[in-house]
Each structure stands twice: as C-alpha cells, then as structure tokens.
C-alpha cells in the first residue's frame, strides 16, 4: 500500500479550483455507489479498471481521483503518479465533496446519496 505523505492530496475546495480549470474528475468506486450518486460531472471508472483504461485517460490536464473516502482513490493516484499522469486525490472522498454542499446526482440527473 502506498504511503498516504507521498500521494497528492487536495482538499474540496481545491479540487473545485481545479475542476473548473478543466481537470477531470474520476469516480472510482463500484457501480452500486456510483448509481446511488455521484459529482455532476464526473467520469465513472472503477478502480479495478483503471488499469486496463489507462490509454483512454488523459495526459493533457489534471485527473482528480475521487472514492466514497479518498481511500480506492488515493491508490489509484499513487498509479496515475508512477505511470506519468497529472494526478491528485480529494482527501475525504465523495464524503467530503458531500458535506462541503457539492451536489450529488444520479444518471437522471436527481438527487443522489453518498453508499
């Protein structure tokens, strides 16, 4: 397991900041918590296939690694880290983004509830 002092880190706020500078944020929790909600505008890649996804991730902005508590994504940012991306996780995960007043979405667009 990676070293949590060697991950890059962001907290909410910063991660907004970058999101509106155009990084994208990656959802890597399993489907069941990814339908129950979400971040508007997130991107859904389970953390077991990131691997296999990685060509398709993009090398020209910010990825911001999102889980329900920075765990999952703090382990997928070590590996975004080590293989060249622009990486960052969101300390707190989906909690975090939630209790900052975020919004939390299904598909359809209602609302939805951190699993």
């Known amino acids: ?6 991950i890059p880190q962001v907290d909410v706020e910063e991660a907004r900041r970058r999101l509106d500078d155009g ?3 990656l959802d ?5 918590e990814w339908n129950a909600g979400h971040a508007p ?3 859904f890649l389970p953390m077991g296939q990131v691997t296999a996804a990685r060509a398709q991730l993009p090398r020209d902005r910010t990825i911001v690694a ?3 508590s920075g765990a999952r994504s703090g382990r997928v940012t070590a590996a975004l880290v080590s293989w060249g991306f622009d990486a960052v996780n969101l300390a707190g995960g989906m909690q ?3 209790a900052a007043g975020n919004p939390v979405v299904t598909d359809d667009g209602g609302a ?4």
Do not use: S
């Not at 939805?112 to 699993?115: L, Q, R, S, Y």
């Open 96 to 98: 975090a983004w939630a």
């Open 66 to 68: 999102i889980c329900r």
């Open 112 to 115: 939805g509830t951190v699993a």
């Open 28 to 32: 890597v929790r399993e489907p069941d």
């Open 1 to 6: 397991m990676p070293d949590n002092d060697a």
């Open 41 to 43: 505008d997130a991107q």
């Open 23 to 25: 990084a994208l944020l």
